[in-house]
């Protein structure tokens, strides 16, 4: 097979693969091998008839078709890969004259990922949040330490909220028992709302070996149907009462949970890794913030599937954080009373959002000629194979060119908004209150959705 690039203009490629002769022969040859089963012809078992008499039963061309598409599917990623093209939706093809014994020639026509012109995207003038840590903040820092390395110890009185009981219990509706009610020696910590709404307030003042019976009502939005909205009541058995114990705030300790020796170095360090995570989150924020200025001076339009396969990768990592909290993607939208449609449309301007700067921030990097080394992306596979705990050597060879590519492009775009942020004008600001955020991000969303309305007007 022949690959030929025909040109590479305004976004789009054209380009031919051209097969001998025998490869086309192959292809077809290959096809009828695969599909001859399929096929019932008078004289012959089922699936034995020889090629030339389907061909005369069915036509010279009936395994055009399936050859065609075997030599696209094996043939077209690899000139891609060969031309170094990425594309963002099918080509259009055209073929030469199809037969057997014949040379075949498909020609593509290909949308790009596009560049656009970008302008005002360096010395911006951009707010950061400056950064402080209290005292108070250390302490509850090392406060919350203590909380995680805490025991539990049994207590001879009547629990209180914060306290962990053990207990059996078992669930009713009227004299029915319902399916998940039911218990064995079952920790809950009260006041942590791992239950239904009602159910931990009335084990306070509970004591070990009593019995307590909890009514309740389910929410109506409780996410086994047949048991939202119903009044149930929880038969008890309380075994153990428990409180937790925190351990003493002293040097001994301070070695035990860390590295360090005492409790001042604990709390310096402490106080380090607070201002170096703000630091960073303020940072964050100010070139995600520095980005959205240059969106705001270079508005574009994109493809409308580049959005629509953002929107697959934002349902794929939902999918994901879902599966690490025991969910899937059904049973999260029954939860919520929503489908896949109003999912994805809810998404869509943060899709359209994320791929819009995308091509603005990798359009910038091919006007500034920024590249992403070998050694660059060598260190991204690693940061990737570190959080699957793979090796990296090995993760290498289970991707492809493509893929390769996209660790290559994310290197560009922080390195195009690393140079964007470093010829800023950096204001630092007194951080906003938590309020004030909470106002601002209902206002982004608002204004979010009324983009996303126009845009759906105009199509």
Known sequence: MKTTLISNENNEAKLTL???????DKAVDDAFKKERKNFSIPGFRKGKAPRQIIEAHYGEGIFFQDAIDQLFRDEYPKALDELDLEVIDSPKVDFSEIGHHKPLTMTMEVPLYPVVEVKDYFGLDVDQDKVEVKDEEVDQQIENLRK???????????????DTVLLDFA???????FDGGTAKDQELKLGSHMFIPGFEEQLVGATADSKVDVNVTFPEDYSVEELAGKEAVFHCDIHEVKEEQ??????????????????????????????????????????????????????????????????????????????????????????????????RE????????????????????????????????NKELENVAKQYQMDVEDMKKMLNKSTLRLFGQDVVVQKTVDAMFEKANIT????????????????????????????????
């Open 346 to 377: 809810n998404m869509k301007p943060s899709a359209e959002h994320r791929v819009k700067s995308r091509v603005l921030l990798r359009s910038i990097a091919a006007q500034e000629g920024i590249e992403a080394s070998e050694d660059e992306v």
């Open 18 to 24: 051209e097969f001998e002769a025998a490869e086309f």
């Open 246 to 343: 925190l351990p003493e705030l002293n040097d001994e300790f301070a070695q035990d949970v860390s590295e360090y020796d005492t409790v001042d170095e604990l709390k310096e360090n402490t106080r380090k890794d607070l201002e170096e995570t703000r630091k960073k989150n303020a940072e964050n924020d100010a070139k995600n913030s520095m980005v959205n200025q240059m969106m705001e001076k270079n508005p574009i339009d994109v493809p409308a599937v580049m959005i629509e396969d953002e929107l697959d990768n934002m349902v794929r990592e939902f999918e994901q954080q879902l599966s690490y909290q025991g969910m899937n993607m059904d049973m999260y939208l029954k939860y919520v009373h929503s489908d896949m449609a109003n999912f």
């Open 171 to 177: 669930g009713f509706i009227g004299d029915d028992q």
């Open 148 to 162: 995680r390395n805490a025991r539990l110890v049994s207590v001879d009185r009547a629990a209180v909220e914060g």
């Open 428 to 459: 630092e600001v007194e951080p906003k209150k938590p309020e004030e955020k909470a106002e601002e991000a209902k206002a982004e969303d608002s204004k979010a959705e009324d983009d996303a309305e126009k845009n759906s007007d105009a199509e």
